[in-house]
């Protein structure tokens, strides 16, 4: 919901007026203390994850690094909406100027290709780790994760460089552009990272030392919950979308808020569990923190 600030119609939009949940108004208060939570715990386990990797010097490894980035993606695109949801429903700032709003836009758009980039990383990683772990130290460098990182971030303002807006009135050819862009773009990393899983389910199954294959596999374990986490947030974002006349606009709000909260919570969730050498680091900062 918008309120454009002039009586002209020709005029230029400046401002528009943002309502989260327009049908539980009276539940605001509620929500903004269970999102202010989530808020917090998100960032704050995202954060401690990127401490441990910077203060832990047995974490200043090329894979490490290559591990920080979803977080560091995550708590960006978590910052560029979430604060706006908490200022509405706390201090009822509804306002919001047309350049924040596109670069909101532009931003949520860009950053979810960004992690889906970052996955095809991580699978190479984990591809040449199992695969060529003689030669692992030589190709997984600090070099290549800057490399990496320059990659994903030109690829993806490419690709936000050629999604135009095709029409200001018609807004069902410029949903299915946006769709079929985006679903071939992140369609596309999805078949990479298949195939970079195929090469390894073969290097696997010619091991013959005992433990080996087992051993191998739990190396992939962390990316592989964060692929599925990935995949599951974007079927139900593609699914509420699909069926968006049929479902209720709380529920769609809701649904992208918490989209938001998820992969930022999950990424050192999962890592502090799986990773031994990053649970240790925690630990010891902990203990520092004491």
């Not at 490490?64 to 909406?81: E, F, I, K, R, W």
Request: charged share 10%.
């Amino acid at each position: 919901t918008f309120n454009i600030v002039s009586n002209d119609s020709t005029a230029p939009v400046s401002e528009f007026l943002l309502i989260c949940f327009p049908s539980y108004q009276s539940w605001q208060h509620w929500l903004s203390l269970s999102l202010s939570l989530l808020f917090i715990l998100a960032m704050g386990a995202s954060a401690t994850l990127l401490i441990t990797i910077q203060l832990e010097a047995s974490l200043h490894k090329p894979m490490y690094y290559l591990l920080s980035l979803p977080s560091l993606l995550g708590m960006v695109l978590c910052l560029t909406a979430i604060p706006k949801v908490l200022a509405i429903f706390w201090f009822d700032l509804r306002s919001i100027s047309f350049s924040a709003c596109f670069l909101q836009m532009f931003i949520m758009n860009n950053f979810l290709a960004m992690e889906s980039c970052t996955l095809i990383v991580m699978a190479y990683d984990r591809y040449v780790a199992i695969c060529h772990p003689l030669r692992y130290p030589s190709i997984i460098t600090n070099h290549f994760v800057a490399k990496a990182s320059v990659f994903v971030v030109i690829r993806n303002l490419l690709y936000c460089g050629k999604n135009v807006i095709l029409s200001c009135d018609n807004f069902t050819l410029n949903r299915i552009y946006q769709s079929v862009a985006g679903w071939t773009l992140l369609g596309s990393d999805f078949i990479l990272i298949f195939i970079s899983y195929i090469f390894i389910l073969r290097a696997v199954l010619k091991f013959k030392a005992e433990g080996a294959a087992v051993k191998a596999l739990s190396m992939c374990g962390s990316h592989s919950l964060l692929i599925l986490f990935f995949s599951t947030i974007l079927l139900v974002v593609m699914l509420t979308d699909v069926a968006r006349k049929s479902i209720p606009v709380d529920t769609l709000i809701l649904l992208n808020v918490l989209h938001h909260f998820t992969s930022l919570a999950l990424n050192p969730i999962v890592y502090g569990v799986q990773t031994k050498e990053i649970k240790q680091g925690i630990q010891k900062l902990l203990q520092r923190g004491m």
